[in-house]
């Protein structure tokens, strides 16, 4: 079954699965701080996640997404919004709460509290239909992409920098939302608004392949938990490199008729 991970469905259809049920936690602990830059926020999370501490949710933002969700919420101007989330074991939870604070606290962040996180929670499912983009005249996605520690920073930079260059572009951002001991995800979003609506597949897929090529560059990786898809395709080999003959030797066995 190992065969399955990451294939998107390429090499079998899954016909049955077992649910694994988690009980509610015995306390939740919420809370945000503001950072000054993306970078110090990253290091902050690195520093939390590195020696084994999960809390349930460390979700960073960048200045203009910040500004976008949580406004409202009343957060220091061009700050980079961390939300953290510890649950479990009541003992874990203010463990995991003390931990974040001390962290941020040493890389310069000053906390908000829990308002920006409850927001989150309240609204983190409500994205604008086509219908709005479309009548807005606006081309709109999010692509995920995900490094190592020591190179997420200069992949956020790279795929920010070189969205700005794609004509029409309103914003180029990202946030992490899925961190490990050994590095992060970006979630990049762009929003693009053409001169003229016939050029938006052009552009989209110009936005997408700078991502892609900006990723490729700061050596991290062209999917996260998405997958692969029909669009990354044109650059999975120069990622994969040696193991992407083996992993076609292996669909031809498994799946000859495609």
Not at 76 to 85: E, F, N, Q, R, T
Not at 135 to 160: C, F, H, P, S
Request: proline share 5%.
């Amino acid at each position: 079954q190992e065969l399955f991970l990451g294939s998107e469905g390429a090499l079998g259809i899954i016909t049955e699965v077992t649910v694994k049920v988690f009980p509610l936690p015995e306390r939740r602990e919420i809370t945000s701080f503001a950072f000054p830059s993306m970078a110090a926020g990253l290091e902050a999370i690195r520093r939390i996640v590195r020696p084994g501490w999960r809390p349930a949710v460390v979700r960073l933002y960048d200045q203009l997404e910040s500004a976008r969700h949580f406004s409202a919420q009343g957060i220091p101007a061009d700050a980079c919004m961390l939300l953290a989330v510890c649950e479990g074991p009541a003992a874990l939870a203010a463990a995991e709460l003390t931990v974040c604070r001390e962290v941020a606290s040493a890389m310069g962040a000053v906390e908000v509290g829990g308002a920006p996180v409850e927001h989150w929670f309240g609204k983190r499912n409500e994205v604008p239909s086509w219908d709005f983009f479309l009548q807005n005249g606006l081309v709109v996605d999010t692509i995920e992409v995900a490094a190592t520690w020591d190179r997420v920073v200069g992949l956020y930079d790279a795929v920010v920098a070189t969205l700005q260059e794609v004509p029409g572009i309103l914003a180029g951002t990202a946030h992490s939302s899925h961190s490990y001991g050994q590095g992060t995800n970006l979630y990049i979003t762009f929003a693009i608004r053409p001169d003229d609506y016939a050029k938006a597949e052009a552009l989209y897929l110009e936005a997408w392949g700078r991502v892609m090529e900006a990723t490729i560059k700061a050596g991290g990786t062209l999917a996260h938990h998405h997958g692969i898809g029909r669009l990354r395709v044109p650059w999975l080999e120069r990622e994969l490199k040696s193991a992407y003959p083996i992993l076609q030797a292996i669909k031809r066995a498994l799946d000859p008729s495609g």
